[in-house]
C-alpha cells in the first residue's frame, strides 16, 4: 500500500534518507527507520523497545502519536517498553514489572498518574 508507506516515510521524516546506507544514518535516524519497518507491514503485534528513545521530544512525540493511530485505526497490537512516564502515557494500559514480576497494572494512563505510581511502587 503505497499511500501507507508514504504516511510511515513522512511520519517518521526519513524521506530525505531514503538512499543512505545504515551506517550513513544517526543514531536517531537509524531509530525512526526501525519503527517504519516495524510498522510498514501492518503487522497484529508490534514489540517495541523504548521507540523514542533516540529521538528528540517533537521525533518522538510524533513517532508515538502515528503508532497510536496504527493502534486505533488499523487495530494493530503495540507491546512497547519504557522507563519514560510521558512515552507511557500513550498506552492504553501499562504493566509495571518488578524482577520480571508484573506488580501492579494501570488503564488509561497519564504521565502524572504513571510518575505517582512509580513512586508507590518504589521506582
Not at 28 to 55: C, T
Not at 66 to 84: G, L, N, P
Amino acid at each position: 500500500d503505497l499511500d501507507w508507506y508514504n504516511q510511515i516515510i513522512e511520519t517518521v521524516g526519513i524521506r530525505d534518507r531514503l538512499d543512505h546506507l545504515p551506517s550513513e544514518l544517526s543514531g536517531g535516524q537509524q531509530q525512526r527507520v526501525a519503527a517504519a519497518r516495524a510498522l510498514v507491514s501492518k503487522p497484529e503485534i508490534v514489540f517495541a523497545d523504548e521507540p523514542s528513545g533516540n529521538l528528540d521530544s517533537k521525533a518522538g512525540s510524533e513517532l508515538l502519536g502515528f503508532m497510536r493511530m496504527a493502534v486505533r485505526e488499523f487495530d494493530q497490537t503495540i507491546v512497547m517498553v519504557t522507563h519514560d512516564p510521558v512515552t507511557a502515557a500513550y498506552s492504553d494500559r501499562i504493566v509495571f514489572l518488578d524482577d520480571g514480576k508484573i506488580v501492579d497494572e494501570m488503564a488509561e494512563p497519564t504521565a502524572a498518574s504513571v510518575l505517582d505510581r512509580l513512586k508507590t511502587l518504589g521506582g
